[in-house]
């Protein structure tokens, strides 16, 4: 049984931005139904960039604030009243770390992850950049003890973002999806995830070495979006229809626009990607007239986890990972600013 320590490293800020502290925090006590996890692994998102700088509407951060919202690691205590777990379970640790189940959104099938009482990684307690985690029994992601939980930290939020879009198209086996943003960590998720759906897949990015990255994890085609014509390239594919669906995972406005551009009539944009400014312009004429659908979705209900988890333990997901210490999170967090990364890049706690 592994000795749980008193003190815990993590990176820690004390006002909106990027100025990390990496310092010693306590290490949390569970209550009678939670677990503790020694987080191995913590993967790193741009929306943890969002969430230091304050920059989304909806929320009022509070500091001292540790973010990060996708981990993975080992049981080691549990409460009194835990039943589901035992010590040496591998599991992973999600954004959602608490529902209530008695609100509307519980008690409908497939909006747990809405739940309207829900306790959340950072907005609510310390996210993942830390070494130790509780986590409610209930909303505790379950992982096979094979699985390697390097790939299975991004999993639990960008892996599980883009499986729940990819749903959300309404695409079938052989329909056509583009992924505008495609070579990091979600769309990396979301190349795989839609190959083994059996659809067609135009990866979209900026250069050649993220078409390559995107091409050797399945993409069947690859887009530059700096160049020009994007939507007159992407009908030469698609015989002058468009694809059937479109998942937009850039952090980019101009991505938001180009999809209602180029995907066909009947067809529908999922709402992904976290720019800094959360606004976009669209022709309501052209969304009339072409009968588009838009939607908006963010993470997974405890269905869509059990799937991406059984495509990760059955060997269908192998993205790339760059593996660094918690304590290079700083020029992580840069390079990500830069839009330097492809795959995802995934801490190890211990460094």
């Given at each position: 049984?592994?000795?749980?320590?008193?003190?815990?490293?993590?990176?820690?800020?004390?006002?909106?931005?990027?100025?990390?502290?990496?310092?010693?925090?306590?290490?949390?006590?569970p209550?009678?139904?939670?677990?503790?996890?020694?987080l191995?692994?913590s993967g790193?998102?741009?929306?943890?960039?969002?969430?230091?700088?304050n920059?989304?509407?909806?929320?009022?951060m509070p500091?001292?604030?540790?973010a990060?919202?996708?981990?993975?690691?080992?049981?080691?205590?549990?409460?009194?009243?835990?039943?589901s777990?035992?010590?040496?379970?591998?599991?992973?640790?999600?954004?959602?770390?608490?529902?209530?189940?008695?609100?509307?959104?519980?008690?409908i099938?497939?909006r747990?992850?809405?739940c309207?009482?829900?306790?959340?990684?950072?907005?609510h307690?310390f996210?993942t950049?830390?070494?130790y985690?509780t986590?409610?029994?209930?909303?505790?992601?379950?992982?096979?003890?094979h699985?390697?939980?390097k790939?299975a930290?991004?999993?639990?939020?960008?892996?599980?973002?883009?499986y729940?879009?990819?749903?959300?198209?309404g695409?079938i086996?052989?329909?056509?999806?583009a992924?505008h943003?495609?070579?990091?960590g979600?769309g990396s998720?979301?190349?795989?995830?839609?190959?083994?759906?059996g659809?067609?897949?135009?990866?979209?990015?900026?250069g050649?070495e993220?078409?390559?990255?995107?091409?050797?994890?399945?993409?069947?085609?690859?887009?530059?979006?700096?160049?020009?014509?994007?939507?007159?390239r992407?009908?030469?594919?698609?015989?002058?229809?468009?694809?059937?669906?479109?998942?937009?995972?850039?952090?980019?406005?101009?991505?938001?626009?180009?999809?209602?551009?180029?995907?066909?009539?009947?067809?529908?944009?999922v709402?992904?990607g976290?720019?800094?400014?959360?606004?976009?312009?669209?022709d309501?004429?052209?969304i009339?007239?072409r009968?588009?659908t838009i939607?908006?979705?963010?993470?997974?209900n405890?269905?869509?986890?059990?799937?991406?988890?059984?495509?990760?333990?059955n060997?269908?997901?192998?993205?790339?990972?760059?593996?660094?210490?918690?304590?290079?999170?700083?020029?992580?967090l840069?390079?990500?600013?830069?839009?330097?990364?492809?795959?995802?890049v995934v801490?190890?706690?211990s460094k």
């Amino acid at each position: 049984m592994e000795k749980i320590p008193k003190k815990q490293k993590a990176q820690v800020i004390t006002e909106y931005g990027l100025d990390l502290k990496f310092k010693e925090i306590d290490v949390p006590i569970p209550k009678s139904d939670e677990v503790l996890v020694h987080l191995l692994y913590s993967g790193v998102c741009h929306t943890d960039i969002c969430f230091m700088k304050n920059s989304l509407s909806q929320y009022q951060m509070p500091l001292p604030m540790v973010a990060g919202h996708e981990g993975a690691g080992v049981v080691v205590a549990i409460g009194d009243d835990v039943k589901s777990f035992n010590i040496g379970d591998k599991v992973g640790a999600k954004m959602l770390n608490r529902i209530c189940g008695y609100c509307e959104n519980c008690h409908i099938s497939g909006r747990d992850n809405k739940c309207e009482n829900r306790v959340d990684l950072m907005v609510h307690k310390f996210g993942t950049f830390q070494q130790y985690i509780t986590i409610a029994e209930g909303d505790t992601v379950r992982l096979p003890q094979h699985v390697d939980l390097k790939i299975a930290a991004p999993l639990v939020c960008a892996g599980v973002t883009v499986y729940k879009g990819l749903k959300e198209t309404g695409c079938i086996a052989g329909e056509i999806v583009a992924l505008h943003g495609a070579s990091g960590g979600l769309g990396s998720f979301a190349i795989q995830f839609a190959k083994n759906a059996g659809f067609e897949v135009i990866a979209i990015d900026l250069g050649e070495e993220k078409g390559k990255h995107c091409k050797n994890l399945g993409a069947d085609h690859y887009l530059d979006a700096s160049k020009s014509d994007l939507t007159k390239r992407i009908h030469e594919i698609t015989n002058g229809r468009g694809p059937h669906g479109v998942v937009v995972i850039a952090n980019d406005i101009k991505a938001f626009e180009q999809a209602f551009e180029y995907v066909r009539d009947y067809g529908t944009i999922v709402c992904l990607g976290v720019p800094d400014k959360n606004e976009f312009h669209a022709d309501l004429m052209n969304i009339l007239n072409r009968h588009l659908t838009i939607k908006g979705t963010i993470l997974g209900n405890r269905t869509d986890y059990k799937e991406a988890v059984a495509l990760l333990a059955n060997g269908k997901i192998d993205i790339p990972v760059e593996v660094r210490g918690l304590s290079e999170l700083g020029e992580i967090l840069d390079r990500i600013h830069k839009g330097e990364i492809m795959g995802r890049v995934v801490l190890d706690t211990s460094k």
